[in-house]
């Protein structure tokens, strides 16, 4: 029978989000119906809402989430009622080119539920990310359900579901830190102050935090930073090279992503040092650099999709380092709010009030 429950739907571009009635099918083959505890707010909701995604609405948003498998599809073995999962965006297929010739990570076939979820008069929902949990339930592809230890707390696990991932796999997957390296972090949101904790566990030495706002330095320092740069009164580029012995960092990553922190990090690292963009350009911003710099200084330059994480992989790992005190996931919750609280929660990420404002769901 298929179920009634609660959800955050964006019906029109730029207007407030509401909770409406959704229709949530029993799961199919290959599917699984998820209990959601806990959904953190990322900006991409947001991006949604504003039809910068693209104009499938009416979208169900929400998608950093965990939550206990209610039901699964007829098929379904990995998964089964009552595991406690972090849904994710990455069910890889396993047959595509990318997967083939192993690096799942670029999957181009992700996994989704096949049958759409839907309001009460049976207009189809876009679930943000192919997750849609700002809901009560969610029907997702069994793949897309990565159990970890029950002991965490939901509302800290549910984050590694998208933007903690992605700035913790920055540093440690796509920039690859090595013990002993110097890393400088541009923009210190969840993702950039996720990159940092990743540059702790990797055993950077030096961890230069990088923003506009005294309030995500002070964060910054908590999750590891050893030194933090007001970026709106000191020179980045040149206070990375003096914290650094002149040299400039191992790998700097851009987590805010415009022309102007690109063009920093670019000249924050040391010679053959590596970049890793992980904040999303919008479609017009453009970058000239001279192609000499380019070539001249060596390394690499590198992009950052959900920190190139494999779920199954490294989901497990990180609940286990933060079960063990090593990660501090519940430094990114700065709140949680309940199900209706999704409009104010963008204004507050808006203001730059919160790491993350997590809905709970009791
Ligand atoms: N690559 C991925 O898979 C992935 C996943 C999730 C989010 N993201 C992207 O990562 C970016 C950051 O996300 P977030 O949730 O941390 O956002 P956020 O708004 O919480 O953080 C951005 C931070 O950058 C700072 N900032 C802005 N301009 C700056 C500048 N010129 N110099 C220094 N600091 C500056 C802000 O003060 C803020 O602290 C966004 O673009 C988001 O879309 C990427
Ligand atoms: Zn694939
Ligand atoms: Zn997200």
């Known amino acids: 029978m298929a179920q009634e429950v609660r959800g955050v739907v964006a019906r029109a571009k730029g207007e407030p989000v509401q909770v409406e009635t959704i229709i949530v099918p029993d799961p199919g083959p290959g599917e699984a119906v998820v209990r959601i505890q806990a959904c953190g707010v990322c900006h991409t909701d947001l991006h949604y809402r504003d039809g910068g995604i693209n104009d499938e609405f009416p979208f169900l948003l929400g998608h950093e989430a965990a939550g206990t498998v209610e039901s699964v599809g007829p098929d379904v073995t990995d998964v089964a009622p009552g595991d406690f999962v972090v849904l994710n965006w990455r069910a890889v297929c396993g047959t595509c080119r990318s997967c083939k010739r192993g690096r799942p990570w670029y999957c181009f076939a992700t996994h989704n539920a096949s049958q759409p979820m839907t309001l009460a008069d049976g207009t189809p929902l876009t679930p943000a990310l192919g997750i849609g949990s700002f809901a009560e339930k969610t029907l997702v592809a069994a793949g ?7 002991a965490a707390s939901a509302a800290a696990a549910g ?20 013990r002993g ?4 972090v541009i923009g210190c949101g969840g993702v950039g102050n996720a990159a940092v904790a990743g ?6 030495t030096t961890i230069i935090a990088v923003d506009l706002d005294e309030r995500k330095l ?5 999750l590891g930073a050893t030194h933090t740069v007001q970026a ?6 040149q206070s990375v090279q003096e914290l650094t012995g002149g040299f400039g960092a191992d790998v700097v990553i851009d987590a805010v992503g415009r022309p102007e922190t690109y063009r920093q990090a670019f000249y924050a690292r040391d010679l053959a040092g590596t970049v890793v963009l992980v904040g999303v350009p919008t479609p017009e911003m453009r970058l ?10 060596g390394g690499s330059l590198k992009s950052s999709w959900y920190g190139d994480c494999l779920p199954e992989r490294d989901f497990p790992v990180l609940i286990d380092l933060y079960l063990q005190g090593r990660l501090d996931l519940d430094a990114f919750v700065s709140e949680t709010i309940g199900v209706d609280g999704v409009e104010e929660a963008f204004e507050k990420m808006h203001r730059g009030d919160v790491l993350r404002s997590v809905v709970v769901f009791p």
């Not at 933007?163 to 796509?174: E, F, H, P």
């Not at 540059?199 to 950077?204: E, P, V």
């Open 144 to 150: 897309q359900c990565t159990k970890v230890d029950p």
């Open 159 to 178: 984050l590694l579901g998208c933007g903690v991932m992605a700035g913790l796999g920055a540093a440690l997957n796509t920039g690859k830190v090595q």
């Open 181 to 184: 390296d110097s890393v400088a």
């Open 199 to 204: 540059a702790r566990l990797a055993g950077a």
């Open 218 to 222: 002070e964060q910054a320092r908590g």
């Open 232 to 237: 709106g009164s000191a020179d980045v580029v």
């Open 288 to 297: 000239e650099l001279p192609l000499l710099d380019v070539f001249g200084r």
